[in-house]
């Protein structure tokens, strides 16, 4: 199995950012490898004539490797057939019905993927399954870059399976978040860069322009990228792509984002607000423990020996492209984390440059490295990945042995909550209907849920800043006469809520508390209540948009809403 890890490379110079392989092919020159000589661009290293020919051992280890890849994707795809929505998921598979070039917290790229299925029907599988073939050509496009950049194949079999292994991205591949988008996006940003900067041909400009306009039309931290990109070729050696097919490149993302922009112009630049403003505007003060408590979150998402691996690199890096791909946006995110909490995926772009990065370093390692370094990066992911898979797949057994051994209990039926979704939403369609009533919620998530399992207008209520996008599918102009709200809390706990009920509605009505278990686990209640005889405004009301500085409030994000990832 091939070592994913930083390497000091044998006969290799102290190479960082600045001094990125500019030793001459005699300081190269190995008795064990043959004779390495530099390419005119100072982008990779080739292998000579002599190791043109690979060797069996390494046939069998990119073999290996690449069979490992599969499988994982194969059992990303099971997952995603297997498993319910989640309340994010749903909410962006509303987004997929009502396509624009924008929305409140996200570019459009997640909507994008989603929709690209929905004509083969509608099941959990279907809306997943764009980000389980993002996965896999995020694999292919890092490791073609890693391949570019050493003429090795080991290199890109290395850096494929060092992403595989990450739990974090088995998790942003086997479910619909923009994640899945944006690390396929990223990692053909760096495939077809290296591609450009080394052969500077027009296709290969243009190709980098399309995918660094997926990156930016998937998160507004694609903006790293672009950066990165940009201060790369500021480089000497490079400088002249400024002057050939650079502007190609920028030109092609620009045209291609510019309807993105426009749209945002026309609603108040809210999505670039939201990520690059609203979103930071809670400040908890300067904390050190903060950013140690980060990064043990993010070494155990991202596997602890892969994690460990590319932050040496990150401080010690072996290819300058690389580097500016993957620095800037692992320094930011730093910074911010003294100050704000911040989210584990923030640094995926880091990630997907960094796990090319090992591909470069693994083919210059000693044996005696690459058995360390496979020991410390592959096995830790090789245990965590499998582990989180037989989760999903055997739920109940493992937390009935759990529970039988610690006696530990789920509040509210823990992660198995979503598994109730769809009996709350078939209870609150039935009652609907007999009663002729709207459904509310004051969670988009749950809202949209109850959407997919079972055909319910969503109807969100409440300051949710998020859920500000159903309100066009909704509007204050409907004029129902009953509702029936669906809280996944008490009301007596819900003093903002009850208050804007009483406003907007001639009786409120306890509607009972509903539990609902799965597989014999902690049963996770649902709260209805009844609201009757509401007044012509009353949808307006609920939606805080009849007080003048609870409305302004109102338009303001909260930062731990759901779906409020940058």
Not at 232 to 243: E, F, G, K, M, Q
Not at 276 to 298: I, W
Not at 511 to 522: E, Q, R
Request: glycine share 8%; net charge neutral; aromatic share 12%.
């Amino acid at each position: 199995m091939p070592a994913v890890g930083p390497i000091v490379v044998k006969n290799f110079a102290s190479c960082g950012m600045n001094d990125y392989h500019t030793m001459s092919a005699t300081n190269l020159e190995s008795a064990a490898s043959g004779a390495f000589a530099t390419t005119t661009d100072g982008l990779s290293f080739r292998a000579s004539r002599a190791e043109a020919v690979p060797r069996a051992s390494d046939r069998r280890m990119v073999w290996f490797a690449w069979s490992v890849v599969l499988l994982i994707v194969v059992l990303r795809g099971i997952v995603a057939f297997t498993l319910p929505l989640t309340g994010d998921e749903a909410y962006y598979w509303e987004w997929s019905r009502h396509l624009a070039w924008g929305y409140v917290d996200h570019p459009p790229a997640v909507a994008a993927t989603i929709a690209l299925f929905s004509i083969f029907g509608q099941t959990p599988g279907l809306v997943r399954l764009g980000f389980v073939l993002c996965g896999l050509v995020a694999s292919i496009a890092l490791a073609g870059c890693a391949t570019e950049l050493t003429g090795d194949r080991r290199a890109g079999a290395v850096a494929a399976l060092a992403m595989a292994l990450t739990p974090l991205a088995s998790l942003a591949s086997g479910q619909a978040s923009p994640d899945g988008p944006y690390l396929m996006f990223w990692s053909l940003a760096l495939w077809f860069g290296a591609r450009a900067f080394k052969r500077d041909d027009l296709g290969d400009w243009v190709l980098l322009g399309l995918a660094l306009a997926g990156v930016l039309l998937s998160r507004v931290l694609g903006f790293a990228l672009l950066f990165g990109i940009c201060a790369y070729a500021l480089r000497p050696d490079v400088r002249h792509v400024w002057r050939r097919g650079l502007p190609v490149a920028l030109g092609v993302a620009a045209l291609l984002y510019a309807p993105f922009i426009a749209w945002n112009a026309s609603h108040h630049w809210v999505t670039l607000l939201f990520g690059l403003v609203y979103r930071h505007e809670e400040n908890h003060g300067f904390s050190a423990v903060r950013v140690a408590q980060l990064f043990a979150a993010e070494a155990a998402a991202y596997s602890p020996g892969i994690f460990l691996a590319v932050l040496l690199l990150a401080v010690r890096p072996r290819n300058a492209f690389l580097a500016w791909t993957a620095i800037p946006q692992l320094i930011v995110v730093t910074v911010l984390a003294f100050f704000e909490r911040v989210e584990i995926h923030w640094i995926f772009g880091t990630l997907a440059s960094l796990c090319a990065m090992l591909g470069v370093a693994y083919v210059e390692a000693s044996h005696r490295l690459k058995i360390v370094w496979t020991t410390i990066c592959v096995v830790p992911g090789a245990i965590l990945v499998p582990a989180i898979l037989a989760v999903t797949f055997a739920p109940i057994p493992i937390y009935n042995y759990v529970n039988r051994e610690t006696g530990a209990q789920l509040r509210n039926g823990g992660p198995f909550e979503i598994m109730t979704y769809s009996m709350v939403a078939r209870d609150a369609a039935r009652l609907a209907r007999a009663h002729d009533a709207i459904v509310m919620t004051d969670g988009y998530g749950l809202s949209s849920v109850m959407d997919f399992d079972a055909g319910i207008p969503p109807v969100v209520i409440g300051y949710n800043w998020q859920g500000r996008e159903s309100r066009g599918w909704y509007t204050d102009e409907e004029r129902p006469e009953r509702a029936l709200f669906v809280d996944k809390e008490p009301l007596a706990t819900r003093p903002d809520i009850a208050k804007h009920l009483h406003r907007a509605c001639a009786s409120v009505v306890d509607g009972g508390v509903h539990p609902y278990s799965f597989g014999g686990t902690t049963p996770r209640a649902y709260y209805f209540t009844w609201c009757d005889g509401l007044v012509p405004d009353g949808i307006a009301i609920l939606r805080w948009e009849r007080e003048g500085a609870e409305r302004n409030e109102a338009v303001r994000p909260r930062a731990n809403a759901p779906g409020s990832d940058a």
